[in-house]
């Protein structure tokens, strides 16, 4: 049982460019979301899913996008990297009242 | 809307000593609070959970949080730290049924010393 997968573990990019994290759950879970890891700002939540097709802004969405076309899968893309978006980001997934399960991240460099 | 506070960005402990990491939170309606543990360079494991019920939550590894409604307080405590045990710890609420909308607190670094 794999839990929360997420590709790759380590990226960098330049200014302007685009690309996409991926974030893959054999559980079966309902709920997947997205947050972003700051030095001092602890996790911030960037968009969630509450199932296939359905998603929605979290705390900091702007630059980010989603979609959940499947009950597995929830990829988060950057359109036009920035220096700001340098973070640690992390995908979750629980199902109903169950607490989150977290992937090992994606640790993302904009230079 | 809810917010978490951590009141103590880093507790350095000697091993075998006591620890109480703090954490306040606000909200007006039901709340469910969690702590994870972040060690380094892996994601977020659950260290114990509030939902209901009793207001002491045992947790793993002989972590323990009392939940105080009046004094609106999470606080994790562990009676004898290892050296294992240095990470960082987040305090975790939301208010209502959505666990996947949690709000965390900014952390609290656990550095034990032999």
């Known amino acids: 049982n794999a839990g929360v997968t997420q590709t790759p573990k380590f990226q960098v990019l330049k200014t302007g460019q685009s690309m996409t994290l991926q974030c893959a759950q054999d559980?079966?879970?309902?709920?997947m979301s997205w947050y972003r890891q700051d030095p001092g700002m602890g996790l911030r939540l960037i968009h969630y899913?509450?199932?296939?097709?359905?998603?929605d802004q979290g705390e900091v969405p702007n630059g980010y996008n989603v979609s959940r076309s499947t009950t597995e899968d929830f990829p988060l893309r950057l359109l036009s990297a920035a220096p700001s978006q340098t973070s640690v980001y992390f995908c979750?997934?629980?199902?109903?009242?169950?607490?989150?399960?977290f992937g090992n991240g994606t640790r993302l460099t904009v230079t | 809307a809810q917010s978490v506070t951590q009141l103590d960005s880093q507790v350095p402990v000697f091993e075998e000593a006591p620890v109480e990491l703090r954490c306040n939170y606000s909200?007006?309606?039901?709340?469910?609070l969690f702590w994870y543990v972040q060690y380094p360079n892996q994601g977020l494991q659950l260290l114990l959970k509030?939902?209901?019920?009793?207001?002491l939550v045992k947790g793993i590894n002989g972590f323990e949080a009392e939940f105080n409604k009046s004094q609106t307080s999470f606080h994790l405590r562990k009676p004898s730290v290892h050296i294992s045990d240095t990470a960082e710890y987040f305090c975790?609420?939301?208010?209502?049924?959505?666990?996947?909308?949690?709000?965390f607190g900014k952390g609290t670094l656990l550095t034990v010393n032999p």
């Open positions: 559980m079966n879970h309902e709920y």
């Open positions: 509030y939902l209901s019920g009793s207001t």
């Open positions: 909200s007006s309606v039901s709340v469910y």
């Open positions: 975790a609420g939301n208010s209502g049924g959505s666990n996947y909308k949690l709000t």
């Open positions: 979750a997934s629980s199902y109903r009242n169950s607490p989150l399960h």
């Open positions: 899913s509450v199932g296939a097709g359905i998603t």
